[in-house]
Structures are given as C-alpha cells and as structure tokens.
C-alpha cells in the first residue's frame, strides 16, 4: 500500500475515534479521497478509450486483475450503494440525472460477478468519459454525507430491514462472487463503512489502476 496514502489513513482514523479531534479527522479523510481522486483524472486524462478495456494482466483474483474502466465503475458503484441506498435511503446518483443512460452500462451492480472476457465486454460497453463524471457526482455526493456526520452518527448499525433494502435493490448481484458485499456491509457501523468502501477500498483499487496503467504502458513501449 502507498505509504503516504496508508499514513493519511491511519491518521484520519485514529482522528475520528475521537469526539475533540473528529472533525479533522473527516477533513483529512476528504483531503485523502481528493488526492486518490486525482490518480483517477490523470489516467482518465491520459489514456485513450481503448485502453480502459484492456486487461494486462489476465483474469484472477487480485484488484489488478482487472480493467481500468471495470475499475472505476466498481469503485464508484460500491460508494454510490452503500452511501445512498444503506446509509441516507434515498436514491442513487446513478439513477439520478440519466448516468445509467449516459454511462451506456448494461448493468447496475457492483460488477463484482464479471471476470476475463465478460469483464472486457462489459468494459468495451462503456463510455469512459461519462463514466468518469459520474465517478465525480458520486464522491462529491458521498463528500456532503461525510460533512454532515457527527460523531455520534458512528456507533449507527444496521438491520435486517436495511439487509432487505439492499437486496430488493438488485445493485448486488445474487452470484456467490457478489451477495456477500451486502451481510459484508450491513456487517458495519458507519464508522466501519467510512473504512471500507469510503477510503480503504479507494486505496486498494486506486493503487491496482495504477499498476495496470503502469503494464499497459509497458506493453505500448514493447509494441513499439
């Protein structure tokens, strides 16, 4: 793990835990996500469409076994479920303002369930610009949910009605690969959540983007 990503994240939780130092723990958590934010907008910047559909790696099990446009839609869909249809029960950014339409997505889930070639197909499928501004709806409507929290909203669980909510959704895929995420998130209290997905599993995909955009720049210079 990125050793300065992983120091800022160890302080803002170590902040937050306090009720006299949570608020600035919740400012560096924001400066975090801000600076992982901006790893995404190079690469989207820098790389032309094809390259988001590319697979360097090959199938597997690891973060970097995977596509750049895979992983940004994963990322973000996570965040958009757990802030909007868990924690605030209220619609998703995604089906708000046409992003479904307008990211050409055939699917709503996590995408949890796609490997290997349906992980391309699926990646071949969107258009990474619009993809990209609804990563940016996303983390700047997750940024007002964590201005808003106080302290004592940390300690919130949740029940077997928000577990219910959650699967009558069907943003979760009912595949094995999938429907753990959500025992995985129900599991939590806010604070936990605010762990993961809202700044350790930035770092992990974030940190697996860059690897593949560092092979594929490796493949380009063979190939040249």
Known sequence: MDKEWSE???????????????????????????????????????????????????????????????SLWHLFRVEDIVAHTLILNDKQILFKNSWLKKTKSPIVTTGNELDGEAMVDFSKKLSVKALYDYC????????????????????????????????????????ESASWLIDFW???????????????????????MRRIKNKLCQQAKRNC
């Open 8 to 70: 800022k994240n160890k302080k803002m939780q170590a902040l937050i835990a306090k009720e006299k130092t949570f608020a600035e723990g919740i400012k560096v958590l924001l400066e975090l996500r801000s600076s992982l934010f901006e790893q995404l907008a190079s690469i989207v910047k820098t790389f032309p469409p094809a390259a988001f559909y590319q697979m360097p790696f090959g199938p597997g099990d690891g973060n970097h076994n995977a596509t750049l446009a895979w």
């Open 136 to 175: 940016k709806a996303v983390m700047d409507s997750t940024n007002e949910l964590l201005k808003g929290l106080q302290f004592s909203d940390l300690k919130r669980k949740f029940s077997e009605e928000d577990k219910e909510r959650l699967a009558a959704s069907e943003c979760v895929s009912a595949e």
């Open 186 to 208: 129900v599991g939590k209290n806010v604070k936990g959540l605010i762990q993961m997905p809202f700044s350790r599993h930035w770092i992990m995909h974030v940190e697996a």
